[in-house]
Nanobody, 115 residues
Framework: QVQFVESGGGLVQPGGSLRLSCAASGSIFSIGAMGWYRQAPGKQRELVARINRGGSTNYADSVKGRFTISRDNAKNTMYLQMNSLKPEDTAVYYC?????????WGQGTQVTVSP
């Protein structure tokens, strides 16, 4: 069973950048589409970006043009480059399969965008 560990979050000012990493304990090559999710206080968890095994990507409208998702199957790692961050991007960010599997949820990584 694959376990995901997210890292790279932190406190950043509006307009700043962060790069999140998602390390898998097992091979992700066999996993189809994967995604980055986020959950802000008082809100439901939402999918913000997805990437399939071949590298095709999709983004939520709220992050399109600012976030870039990528994956390195050889390193069993997925990334989320976040640029031009806004206060509304503040949330705990998680990675999982697209069509998440409940037992794969990790602890997430906190992203806080504040002056």
């Amino acid at each position: 069973q694959v376990q995901f560990v997210e890292s790279g979050g932190g406190l950043v000012q509006p307009g700043g950048s962060l790069r999140l990493s998602c390390a898998a304990s097992g091979s992700i090559f066999s996993i189809g589409a994967m995604g980055w999710y986020r959950q802000a206080p008082g809100k439901q968890r939402e999918l913000v970006a997805r990437i399939n095994r071949g590298g095709s990507t999709n983004y939520a409208d709220s992050v399109k043009g600012r976030f870039t998702i990528s994956r390195d199957n050889a390193k069993n790692t997925m990334y989320l480059q976040m640029n031009s961050l806004k206060p509304e991007d503040t949330a705990v960010y998680y990675c999982n399969t697209d069509g998440p599997i409940a037992t794969f949820w990790g602890q997430g990584t906190q992203v806080t965008v504040s002056p």
